[in-house]
């Protein structure tokens, strides 16, 4: 059994910083693609990609990151994070943490349960 746990959401004042822990555990032999999305009100069911990070490093964000947001891996940890600069009050959702994982049943995408990230005054 592979679990995906997320750390580090909570609330912050606009143009404040949080950082975001994603840690995988279980029977985990190896882990590809990792990544962060989030669901707003405003997308409804929609996740929306934040950033991903390739098992060499390359990273993708998503279009309104704009620079305030840096993804980053630790593979000894099989973990990701995502450090979050220059929250505004559109941040405001439940990120996620997936990883594409190779365990003992197999390669399969994997999902953790969110983390909640309001930013208000």
């Known amino acids: 059994q592979v679990q995906l746990m997320e750390s580090g959401g909570g609330l912050v004042q606009p143009g404040g910083s949080l950082n975001l822990s994603c840690a995988a555990s279980g029977s985990v032999i190896s882990i590809g693609t990792m990544g962060w999305y989030r669901q707003t009100q405003a997308s409804g069911r929609v996740r929306e990609l934040v950033?991903?990070?390739?098992?060499?490093?390359?990273?993708t964000d998503g279009d309104f990151v704009k620079g305030r947001f840096t993804i980053s891996r630790d593979d000894a940890k099989n973990s990701v994070y995502l450090q979050m600069n220059g929250l505004n009050p559109e941040d405001t959702a439940v990120y996620f943490c997936?990883?594409?994982?190779?365990?003992?049943?197999?390669?399969?995408?994997?999902w953790g349960q969110g983390t909640q990230v309001t930013v208000s005054s």
């Open positions: 950033a991903r990070i390739t098992r060499d490093g390359r990273t």
């Open positions: 997936e990883a594409r994982i190779t365990s003992n049943l197999g390669l399969a995408d994997y």
